[in-house]
């Protein structure tokens, strides 16, 4: 039987997997997050976390389940669209 090598979300995108056998990000996730974070010095926060760099965010989503994981991704996008702020 073959390894698979992606797997189908219920929101139907794809999730590479890795040698691991862990998710990995998206393509498309995984380059945004890449433009996002390179050298921000303004946090983003989600679920209440400040996230600086890639490697913060990208391993706390892969921290979370799937359905979790594209919630906390849509807040990351949308907190780049309407300008992130730290809060006071």
């Known amino acids: 039987m073959p390894i698979p090598t992606e ?3 219920a929101s139907g995108k794809r999730a590479a997997i890795t040698e691991e056998g862990k998710l990995s990000l998206d393509r498309s996730q995984r380059r945004m997050l890449r433009r ?4 921000r010095t303004v946090p983003i926060i989600v679920d209440g976390r400040p996230f600086l760099t890639y490697k913060e965010a990208s391993q706390y989503l892969l921290s979370l389940t799937p359905g979790a994981r ?4 849509s807040e ?3 907190a780049v669209h309407n300008g992130s702020r730290v809060p006071s």
């Open 7 to 9: 797997l189908k979300l």
């Open 36 to 39: 996002v974070f390179n050298g």
């Open 70 to 73: 594209e919630n906390a991704y």
């Open 76 to 78: 990351m996008r949308s």
